[in-house]
């Protein structure tokens, strides 16, 4: 199993931006996928990006296509989230998840079995 700690969130004025660390520990982190998913309050978890294990594969929810960039860096157990041109939308509760290598479906958050506790983002207009 893997253990994640999210970090990084925050306050934000629109356009700004913010980057999101995603710490794990765990001899599975180099061989699991990691996926960022957001929860608003009042609406269900949705899937905002995921990396393979080895960096090669990503996919990124339409709503943040050329706005946020996920990266992972294996020799220091982390993963990354660089948030720009944020807007009051993006305001949410940011989670890391692990999976598989590279999950069948990485935008399901049933792909992913291990979970951080979370990050506040919060973007004002």
């Known amino acids: 199993q893997v253990q994640l700690v999210e970090s990084g969130g925050g306050l934000v004025q629109a356009g700004g931006s913010l980057r999101l660390s995603c710490a794990a520990s765990?001899?599975?982190?180099?061989?699991?996928?990691i996926g960022w998913f957001r929860q608003a309050p009042g609406k269900e978890r949705e899937f905002v990006a995921a990396?393979?294990?080895?960096?090669?594969?990503?996919d990124y929810a339409d709503s943040v296509k050329g706005r946020f960039t996920i990266a992972r860096d294996n020799a220091k157990n982390a993963v990354y989230l660089q948030m720009n041109s944020l807007k009051p939308e993006d305001t949410a509760v940011y989670y890391c998840?692990?999976?598989?290598?590279?999950?069948?479906?990485?935008?399901?958050?049933?792909?992913?079995?291990?979970w951080g506790q979370g990050t506040q983002v919060t973007v004002s207009s």
């Open positions: 998840a692990a999976g598989g290598r590279w999950p069948l479906t990485p935008t399901e958050p049933s792909e992913y079995h291990s």
């Open positions: 990396i393979s294990w080895s960096g090669g594969s990503q």
């Open positions: 765990g001899r599975t982190f180099s061989s699991s996928a």
